[in-house]
Structures are given as structure tokens and as C-alpha cells.
């Protein structure tokens, strides 16, 4: 494991807050945690080599089922922090698992931890498909453990 990550080799997406992400609280909004992962799992995603264009192309997409997020502690404007993202499981068909962990640069304390349940579906009608072998062979082999 990756000192400090929750998983080996995380993909990481480097962040810090702007005064626009700040809530009434003075600290991030927790919606902002949710926007973030979604640029990370992009990110990843694209890493990997499969975009929205190739989604589109396959007519196919791992759109989220379920997401849950444990807000652990809070950041700040201008704090530097890192996403890491990881593919945790997937049944080989519909459905894959994604997790996230977001952490304080400077002193490495994890300040939210997510998860996403995905399912394979078609984009022009949402309804659940397999996933196409360009996903499988793609995504099967970024997942980095299989019993999370």
C-alpha cells in the first residue's frame, strides 16, 4: 500500500479550494467533495484511456448507482489537497465499484473517504447492458483489489 492511501497506487488529482467552494461555515461545501470525485473519476477514466467520446462511440457508460461519502474533517481555502481514485471491484458484466480519499497535502490526514457503486448502461435508453470488452479490458485490469 501507498504510504498513507488506502489502496496501492492511487490516480491523484491535485486540488485546493477557491473562495467559491467555501460555504457558510468557512469551509469547503461537501457538494464541492462530490464534484471533485466526479472530476477524478474522469480523470482516471480518461488516464486509462476510455472517454466520454468513446463512450459515446460504444453507446455504453458506468454511471453511478449509488454513492456514499464519510466527511471526516474539513478544508479550507487554499489548503493543498490530493484525490486519490482506485476501481476496487467489478462482477466482470454491469457493475464495477470506485473508491475515493481525499487527503491534506502537508500532513497527509484523510478529510473524506467515497464510494460509488456503478452500473453499465446504455446512453441512449439508461437502461442497464454489459459492459462492452473495450471496458472490460480496460477497467478489469485498473481494479486493484477484489475483496475491499
Not at 25 to 32: I, K, P
Not at 90 to 99: A, C, F, K, N, Y
Amino acid at each position: 500500500m501507498t504510504e498513507g492511501w488506502d489502496h496501492a497506487s492511487p490516480f491523484l488529482l491535485a486540488l485546493s479550494p477557491r473562495p467559491g467552494d467555501i460555504d457558510g461555515l468557512g469551509h469547503t461545501n461537501n457538494a464541492v467533495y462530490v464534484q471533485w470525485c466526479e472530476q477524478a473519476g474522469w480523470a482516471h477514466s480518461e488516464a486509462l484511456g476510455l472517454s466520454l467520446a468513446d463512450y459515446r462511440r460504444m453507446d455504453r457508460a458506468m454511471a453511478i448507482r449509488e454513492g456514499h461519502y464519510d466527511y471526516l474533517l474539513p478544508s479550507f481555502e487554499g489548503d493543498a489537497l490530493q484525490l486519490g481514485t482506485w476501481l476496487t471491484a467489478s462482477d466482470g458484466r454491469l457493475t464495477m465499484e470506485r473508491r475515493f480519499q481525499l487527503r491534506r497535502t502537508g500532513d497527509g490526514v484523510t478529510l473524506m473517504r467515497g464510494r460509488w457503486a456503478l452500473i453499465c448502461i446504455d446512453i441512449s435508453g439508461g437502461r442497464p447492458r454489459r459492459m462492452p470488452a473495450e471496458f472490460l479490458s480496460i477497467y478489469e485490469a485498473a481494479v486493484v483489489c477484489r475483496a475491499c
